[in-house]
């Protein structure tokens, strides 16, 4: 991220116009899924809200459905140019509270943190550097090439009915669900469908486990690990951090553009 920031020169210019143009590609492809799953929805009865504009639009329409959050953002800062308002901190991911999930705070940071490795519960919490239930890590990963490098610092916690303000829900990029919505009770948004049009949402699952029925209907992505068989964990963490990383390309350009200059 250094080298990019550092180059002012054209050829500079050029590299940032094609990583733009990526995260459009990106955006179409977003919008894409987007249309097909409203038309899902719309069969149950439930409608989806509207997903944000794409990065670089003068759109004012995104801004409109988070009042608390928007105005806070533009006191701090965002309004001045028109464009996307200023978000302070480092972006969060949600993790269950649950102890029953197989991706909690005790072991979330061996599986997003440097080991990538996902290690069960039981063994993890006779690891020193075990998570605490309640409270937050603090890990860095860094960014595909072909989004424009760079590295992430992300917040992980799974309370944040009673840690986030108003405003810092703009920080939250995505939540690992345990696949019932009373996970999400107290959220600012508790509707699983404007949750997870807001953020990136994914579960994680074990191995020969069934999927709950409830999170089938939810925007979200499934991913697998196992106990035993640590080459799954690979599988399931790509799927994880590209989705991550292609949901704040579109959709959270402020924190994006702090790792990639």
Not at 2 to 17: E, Q, W
Not at 57 to 72: A, L, P, V, W
Not at 197 to 203: A, D, I, L, Q, V
């Amino acid at each position: 991220a250094g080298g990019a920031a550092s180059g002012g020169t054209g050829g500079g210019n050029v590299v940032k116009k094609r990583d733009f143009a990526r995260v459009l590609e990106i955006y179409e492809e977003v919008a894409a899924e987007e249309r097909a799953r409203q038309q899902q929805q719309s069969r149950s009865g439930k409608k989806r809200p509207p997903p944000p504009p794409p990065p670089g639009s003068s759109s004012r329409r995104g801004h409109k459905s988070g009042r608390s959050s928007s105005g806070s953002a533009s006191a701090s800062g965002g309004g001045a140019g028109g464009g996307t308002p200023k978000i302070e901190g480092n972006p969060i991911i949600v993790v269950p509270n649950a102890m029953t999930s197989a991706i909690t705070m005790i072991n979330a940071g061996f599986f997003l943190g440097k080991d990538a490795v996902f290690v069960p519960r039981e063994k993890a919490l006779k690891d020193p550097r075990a998570g605490k239930r309640g409270g937050k890590l603090t890990l860095s990963h860094k960014i595909h090439a072909r989004l424009g490098g760079g590295e992430v610092t992300y917040d992980i916690i799974d309370n944040p009915s009673t840690r986030l303000k108003a405003e810092e829900w703009n920080r939250v990029v995505a939540v690992i669900c345990q696949g019932a919505s009373w996970q999400f009770k107290g959220w600012r948004y508790s509707d699983p469908v404007e949750l997870f049009s807001r953020t990136f949402g994914f579960y994680v699952g074990l191995e020969g486990a069934t999927v709950p029925n409830e999170l089938r209907g939810w925007n979200v992505k499934i991913g697998k690990v196992s106990r035993d068989r640590r080459g799954l964990d690979n599988v399931c963490l790509a799927s994880f951090w590209n989705g991550v990383e292609e949901f704040m390309a579109v959709h959270k350009q402020e924190l994006f553009k702090a790792a990639t200059g």
